[in-house]
């Protein structure tokens, strides 16, 4: 017998030296476990997620300070705890470390070196990584036999293979689109190849379907390439996941559900692992093709499914007054608690990027006011002393915190330590801001060096006319180089950087500069050569000229090598998209994450200014209303784009007649996230408003709207022009005037019919319940999951989900016949009907009148209350046009009186 019938089987591992390791038989299960995800309440964020649990401690074995106990030392604050529960079928769990696989030897039957078809098929809890790194999937490709291999790169589907198991030869195909989410959950990949089109070249065709049996739906059209091509049959293995062959690119982090590989497209299989039928810890097991697979640590063959992955917080050893029951409740939470806990801020995008560059000096001058001379973070290298420098003065980087001003006869000097060996390259970068062109020759920058060129002087000013003077001088003082390049656009009102380049070339040196706008194209430049060596900077010593009185200066930086660190940090990397700034920053921050995402439907930010690694996360996903949380399955965050709550199907259909929702579930009709009345301010930028003063949930007063409910929102993004959309966005959401229920309960002890879709629910997918009582409105109901909370028991387990309205994210669909009609501008009913009346009389009081077309019909109709479907209208006649319906499409059966609005049952509405 099954659950409930029999304990439910879960699972409680601790990490302990680095290896997951069963405590379940420690776990007071009659205690219950309490995990809560995600945001409650329509909080605007994500808590962290936590999970609590009583341990049986006999002997003080879980009492981190216990030196008695085995677990001494190898426990205590954070150490990794995980839950899991028996899902509906086996997998083989790639945990994306490496050398975690199955495998299968070399055969004959394996060296396909013509067309091929290989397909792969993974549960509900796969996820699609955009995170530009690569990804294997199922490969016979070795370094002595170079064959095929299927890899996932920022979300695409490659196929790559060699000609004759070289490098040389080596050909890759890509699929056109990225890979989505499915409704389903799982999800198949395949890709085919046909080595000989008959067109004169070579093809590959990439599909997605929900199962490895499809149907398939391709990712963009056939790839091609010129020629035909075969396939290296060589002799290495067939490896699922981490292929141990090219140790750069580990496997997939994914639940394998099966995999087929066929000798030809739709051929003979030839192998085909299926894991769904094979017993928990399977380590070897022969497939349907006469395969012999072997699974390898820390790949399992497993069938618990992941509730919670966390770290344990805190460990409260207790015992009862006779101190012979001896317990210790635990609290794990996710990553966010950790990451939360006295974060110091992050510095500014250009202290963060230049450090990567690897400089021989570097001093950011972000010193705070007051300070007098400016710190390097590059170890080894001195302050820049300076006099004159009025530091914090000028805050308007984006880039960069607040950098000083100069004054008349300012000076800076600083040593630049010698490179471990004589460079064949140098640069000097550093931003300026010089408000207009000195009328007077000025200094701006001045180094030593130990090449040919002794002294670098860098002057602007008026120099045979207005110009950027750049010279050198060798060790007797005689010019060496000497070249003025026009200074248009060297001054201005942004922001600029210089670059000054110098190459060894043979036996000439290669110099060039540059300048350009942080915010703009607007640029200049200059180069040439000269006969000599090219050295390395060694000191700046400076003093400013008088023209440049008021010049902003800072990240001076000096290289012995090409770097290219400034470009995009320099403006706060201003227009990334979300998923690229959080996948950046937890980058930088060796922070792990999955993102799910198409880059091109988010919306671009603004600047990344100095913040805390949470509160910048939280900033982006904001700006683009997705959902920054934690993974269910691993100790990492994931970010959801808000464009994915588009249009979603069900993930979970409730039945409420049917008994699958527990008690209680209340709809809440109150003022909650009503917002009539919205506000949104760019952060550095200007703002726009909108306001609803027509509909039932406008500002008007009561009975014709709500009252008032204003509110004030500043967010990160790139242009003023986006704010009209967002605060029209935001409008929308706050004035939806439908069904709302809070929380949707599920007893999985009374409905565990249910328990295979529960487990593959995320946080923002979509519930439908259906069977609705009449009394609370619509038959049906659609909500988006926005957290839960669980308790799982031996013999119990409650799932209570915390949920918004679907119906707002219910967004246009061009040529689409529900998604894609307009709304009318003002109409109602021109004469009261009874409750069965199927001819309405329709007046359009503003805007142009309902269409008559054939084509355009049917289209349903929201009239006070009741679902109506227009199955034929006439042209206006009378002020009125005559409509043919049918009644009470959604069980509301009622008279409709005269006046009454009538509105599009689903308009449509522009997505941001």
């Not at 002799?235 to 982090?253: E, K």
């Amino acid at each position: 017998m099954a659950f409930p019938h029999t304990p439910l089987g879960l699972g409680v591992d601790l990490q302990i030296d680095g290896i997951w390791t069963d405590i379940t038989a420690d776990v007071r299960l009659g205690d219950r476990i309490h995990i809560e995800r995600g945001r409650h309440d329509e909080a605007s964020r994500c808590d962290p997620a936590k999970c609590s649990m009583t341990l049986n401690n006999p002997n003080g074995k879980y009492s981190p300070r216990n030196a008695a106990s085995p677990l001494y030392g190898r426990i205590g604050r954070n150490t990794p705890l995980r839950v899991r529960v028996p899902g509906p079928t086996s997998y083989l769990d790639i945990t994306g470390a490496f050398g975690s696989r199955a495998s299968t030897p070399d055969a004959p039957a394996l060296r396909i070196a013509g067309d091929l078809d290989i397909r792969v098929e993974f549960d509900q809890l796969w996820h699609v990584p955009v995170d530009d790194k690569y990804y294997e999937i199922l490969a016979r490709y070795d370094t002595t036999g170079r064959s095929w291999r299927l890899h996932l790169g920022n979300g695409y589907v490659f196929l790559d293979w060699t000609e004759d198991g070289t490098n040389d030869t080596i050909r890759d195909l890509s699929s056109d689109w990225s890979i989505q989410p499915t409704p389903t959950g799982r999800l198949a990949v395949r890709a085919v190849l046909d080595v000989d089109n008959g067109a004169g070249g070579h093809s590959a065709r990439f599909y997605t379907g929900p199962s490895i049996s499809g149907p398939w739906t391709e990712l963009g059209g056939p790839v091609t390439a010129a020629g035909p091509t075969t396939v290296h049959p060589g002799a290495a293995p067939l490896v699922l996941g981490d292929n141990p062959a090219v140790p750069s690119v580990l496997g997939l982090p994914a639940h394998v559900l099966r995999a087929e590989v066929r000798n030809g497209i739709n051929g003979v299989v030839v192998a085909d692992p299926n894991f769904t039928v094979q017993p928990a810890g399977t380590t070897v097991f022969t497939d349907g093709a006469g395969r012999t697979w072997s699974v390898v640590a820390p790949a399992s063959v497993s069938n618990l499914v992941p509730r919670f992955v966390g770290e344990v917080a805190s460990w409260l050893p207790r015992r009862d007054v006779s101190g012979r029951d001896t317990y210790i409740p635990i609290q794990a939470a996710g990553i966010m608690r950790r990451l939360g806990q006295g974060a110091a801020p992050l510095q500014s995008t250009l202290r963060r990027y230049i450090p990567t560059g690897r400089p021989l000096a570097y001093w950011p001058m972000e010193d705070e006011r007051g300070a007098t001379q400016a710190a390097s973070p590059v170890l080894g290298v001195g302050p820049l002393e300076t006099s004159a420098v009025d530091f914090g003065a000028d805050s308007d980087l984006t880039g960069s915190s607040p950098l000083p001003t100069l004054r008349t006869g300012a000076r800076i000097r600083g040593a630049v330590p010698p490179p471990a060996a004589p460079p064949q390259t140098w640069q000097i970068h550093f931003v300026y801001r010089c408000t207009a062109a000195p009328t007077v020759t000025s200094r701006l920058l001045a180094w030593t060096s130990t090449g040919t060129v002794r002294t670098w002087i860098l002057d602007v000013g008026a120099l045979d006319g207005t110009a950027v003077h750049l010279y050198g001088l060798d060790a007797n003082g005689t010019t060496v180089m000497d070249h003025l390049a026009g200074n248009n656009l060297f001054a201005g009102p942004e922001w600029r950087q210089m670059i000054v380049y110098a190459t060894q070339n043979g036996g000439r040196v290669d110099w060039s500069m540059k300048w350009y706008a942080v915010s703009s194209e607007a640029n200049g430049n200059g180069s040439g050569s000269y006969v000599g060596s090219v050295g390395v900077p060694t000191e700046f010593d400076t003093q400013l000229g008088e023209g440049l009185n008021g010049l902003g200066l800072g990240h001076l930086a000096v290289f012995d090598h090409d770097a290219d660190v400034y470009n995009r940090a320099d403006n706060g990397w201003t227009g990334n998209r979300p998923t690229e700034r959080i996948g950046r920053l937890c980058s930088e921050e060796g922070v792990p994450v999955v993102i799910q995402g198409d880059v091109d439907s988010e919306v671009p930010l603004g600047a990344q200014r100095p913040g805390a690694l949470l509160a910048l996360l939280q900033e982006a996903a904001d700006s683009d209303h997705g959902i920054l949380a934690e993974r269910i399955d691993d100790l990492a965050l994931w970010y959801r784009a808000g464009h994915l709550a588009y249009n979603q199907l069900p993930r979970l259909v409730l039945d409420y007649g049917g008994g699958d929702v527990a008690p209680p579930l209340e709809p809440a009709d109150d003022d909650q996230g009503v917002r009539n009345d919205v506000t949104i301010t760019r952060s550095g930028g200007s703002s726009a408003r909108a306001v609803d003063t027509t509909s039932r949930m406008s500002t008007q007063p009561p009975p014709a709207g709500v009252g008032r409910y204003d509110e004030g929102v500043t967010l990160s993004l790139w242009r003023d022009e986006q704010l009209s959309d967002l605060a029209g966005w935001r409008l929308h959401l706050g004035t939806w005037d439908g069904p709302r229920y809070p929380s949707v309960h599920i007893d999985l002890a009374a409905a565990p019919h249910l328990i295979p879709t529960v487990l593959g629910l995320d946080l923002r997918d979509r519930i439908d319940i259906i069977g609705m009582p009449p009394e609370d409105g619509p038959a049906a109901v659609a909500l988006l999951a926005e957290g839960y909370t669980e308790t799982i028991g031996l013999y119990d387990w409650d799932v209570v989900f915390s949920c918004q309205p679907a119906g707002p994210w219910s967004v246009a669909v061009l040529e689409d016949p529900v998604l894609g009609r307009a709304d009318t501008a003002g109409s109602r009913l021109a004469v009261g009907a009874d409750a069965t009346a199927t001819t309405l009389s329709i007046a359009t009081t503003s805007g142009p009148s309902w269409t008559t077309s054939s084509a355009d019909l049917p289209f349903d109709v929201a009239i006070a209350g009741e679902r109506v479907t227009v199955t034929a209208i006439g042209a206006p006649s009378g002020g009125a046009q005559s409509a043919q319906v049918v009644r009470s499409v959604n069980g509301v059966v009622k008279a409709l009186p005269a006046g009454a609005d009538v509105r599009l049952w689903q308009p449509a509405i522009i997505s941001l």
